[in-house]
């Protein structure tokens, strides 16, 4: 089955490394074509190799955090500057315009407190940022937000991993199944989000 999914993320992280996984976490918190990149799985994939000594995780939880927040930062400054023609683009391999949709509808539900809870969404923690810049939102209050969504996300998540790696015996043995139920629990609020918009078109 983990072969099916054809991410052996295990591999990523022992390959990337710290400042590998600190720009994977840095795009696909803010660079709009870093949506597709497994987020969720990887943090806690890298906090459970960390707690068989593969990375420090001192060393991690700090660029994980500093990745999240950058990343929604530098994304926040592109909805500045681009503004409403992100709204104009067209669909492509890398842009789809339902995304933006919904993230926006998103926006509409929770307001300022999507840059936190989209954190734990794919797709959605991407374009909160920008949409956040676009919206005009003021920096100091998004900045707030980040701040804190990126520590929930980024260390959190890391330390979870890495908590869960230190309280179960032999846990290398279970990482390929613990990470592809991180991998289907991740898409979970997408496909919640669809069915509802499928009752909605009924």
């Known amino acids: 089955?983990?072969?099916?999914?054809?991410?052996?993320?295990?591999?990523?992280?022992?390959?990337?490394?710290?400042?590998?996984?600190?720009?994977?976490?840095?795009?696909?918190?803010?660079?709009?074509?870093?949506?597709?990149?497994?987020?969720?799985?990887?943090?806690?994939?890298?906090?459970?190799?960390?707690?068989?000594?593969?990375?420090?995780?001192?060393?991690?939880?700090?660029?994980?955090?500093?990745?999240?927040?950058?990343g929604d930062t530098v994304g926040y400054w592109f909805g500045v500057k681009v503004g409403p023609k992100i709204f104009n683009r067209e669909n492509s391999f890398l842009f789809n315009k339902k995304h933006i949709e919904r993230t926006q509808n998103f926006y509409q539900k929770y307001g300022t407190k999507t840059i936190i809870l989209a954190r734990f969404i794919p797709i959605v923690r991407t374009f909160a940022?920008?949409?956040?810049?676009?919206?005009?939102?003021?920096?100091?209050?998004?900045?707030?937000?980040?701040?804190?969504?990126?520590?929930l996300w980024g260390i959190g998540i890391t330390l979870l991993g890495f908590g869960l790696g230190n309280a179960v015996p032999n846990i290398d043995k279970y990482i390929i199944s613990i990470v592809i139920i991180i991998i289907a629990t991740s898409f979970i609020p997408i496909v919640i989000e669809f069915l509802k918009n499928e009752k909605l078109n009924e």
């Open 129 to 151: 940022p920008i949409l956040a810049g676009v919206g005009g939102m003021k920096y100091s209050l998004f900045l707030r937000y980040n701040i804190v969504g990126g520590a």
């Open 1 to 70: 089955m983990y072969e099916l999914l054809n991410i052996d993320l295990i591999s990523i992280v022992k390959t990337a490394g710290l400042l590998g996984l600190f720009f994977i976490i840095f795009a696909e918190s803010g660079l709009f074509f870093g949506f597709f990149l497994p987020g969720d799985s990887l943090l806690f994939t890298a906090g459970l190799l960390a707690s068989q000594g593969f990375l420090n995780i001192y060393f991690l939880i700090i660029l994980m955090f500093l990745g999240a927040t950058l």
